[in-house]
């Protein structure tokens, strides 16, 4: 592998971490008040993180409008992506170089 190619990789790799990292905080945004006003255990809101039942579409419904910039509304596609994203990098950053 080339050390461009390499490098593309590897910034594929920072990159899915960066979306992941920023799907995380709006799970975070939208779940802790959520938390906060006991509509869910934190372990309960963690499996909002990869999917949507019908518990994390009550939560969500029961949002308030004081979240920052009025975001009610959790999307599991993005920490899907993000993941996705990040292990591609790392498969492809950890392929031997060819000769």
Do not use: N
């Not at 802790?32 to 509509?39: E, G, I, L, P, Q």
């Amino acid at each position: 592998m080339t050390s461009s190619a390499r490098l593309s990789s590897q910034a594929v790799a920072i990159a899915g971490g960066a979306f992941a990292l920023l799907s995380l905080g709006w799970w975070w945004l939208i779940f802790s008040k959520v938390v906060a006003a006991d509509y869910l255990t934190v372990g309960q809101a963690v499996t909002c993180i990869a999917g949507a039942s019908d518990l994390c579409t009550l939560a969500q419904a029961l949002c308030t409008d004081d979240h920052l910039y009025g975001i009610r509304w959790y999307a599991p596609e993005a920490f899907w992506a993000a993941a996705s994203m990040l292990v591609a990098g790392v498969l492809l950053s950890a392929r031997p170089a060819r000769a």
